[in-house]
T-cell receptor, first 113, second 115 residues
């Protein structure tokens, strides 16, 4: 069965430092993978997605994600964190061919000045 | 372009009361979704509508009903609210539901408390 896991409930980073939010997946075949972000008291916003092709996917707000098939991972990265990046981040993948997304439990990113 | 709108933003119900959560999108999307978000559990799909005139159960449909009123609107009804339905509810839409390829756009959410 398809699944996605975010092993860290919270990630703390100092402003200006690089950040990584981890995601691992389990799926038969080639995966489609998504990252969404939720700012406080807001709905989720799409950040980026991996469908096929280049393993490094660039998205909104300077974020990128690296697809690693051998490690079944899709980690979200940013070279230099901003305080405004503090939010809840969700990794997701579609459930089979139905298209409905399975979300991870979310990782709270806290960027301190 | 308002995107996805939801009403109300907040609601407090007593056990056994009923209510309908409203959702509308102005992006001419075909597919719409209702999720609930609970702490430490991510988002779970309640119901979805792949296209106008169709609805299907998601992961946690018990205690809920939905209506796809037209292409723009997708409502979620709680017939007899229970404390376990205390949650934040999100509506979302996507152009199609093509194997998960399409980006979903989310509304701002409804915070529901059932006492």
């Amino acid at each position: 069965a398809q699944s996605v896991a975010q092993p860290e409930d919270q990630v703390n980073v100092a402003e200006g430092n690089p950040l990584t939010v981890k995601c691992t997946y389990s799926v038969s075949g080639n995966p489609y993978l998504f990252w969404y972000v939720q700012y406080p008291n807001r709905g989720l916003q799409f950040l980026l997605k991996y469908i096929t092709g280049d393993n490094l996917v660039k998205g909104s707000y300077g974020f990128e994600a690296e697809f690693n098939k051998s490690q079944t991972s899709f980690h979200l990265k940013k070279p230099s964190a901003l305080v405004s990046d503090s939010a809840l981040y969700f990794c997701a993948l579609p459930r089979g061919s139905q298209g409905n997304l399975i979300f991870g439990k979310g990782t709270k990113l806290s960027v301190k000045p | 372009n308002a995107g996805v709108t939801q009403t109300p933003k907040f609601q407090v119900l007593k056990t056994g009361q009923s209510m309908t959560l409203q959702c509308a999108q102005d992006m001419n999307h075909n597919s719409m979704y209702w999720y609930r978000q609970d702490p430490g559990m991510g988002l779970r799909l309640i119901y979805y509508s792949a296209s106008e005139g169709t609805t299907d159960k998601g992961e946690v449909p018990n205690g809920y009903n939905v209506s796809r009123l037209n292409k723009r609107e997708f409502s979620l009804r709680l017939e007899s609210a229970a404390p376990s339905q205390t949650s934040v509810y999100f509506c979302a839409s996507s152009e199609y539901r093509r194997g998960g390829l399409d980006t979903q756009y989310f509304g701002p959410g409804t915070r529901l408390t059932v006492l």
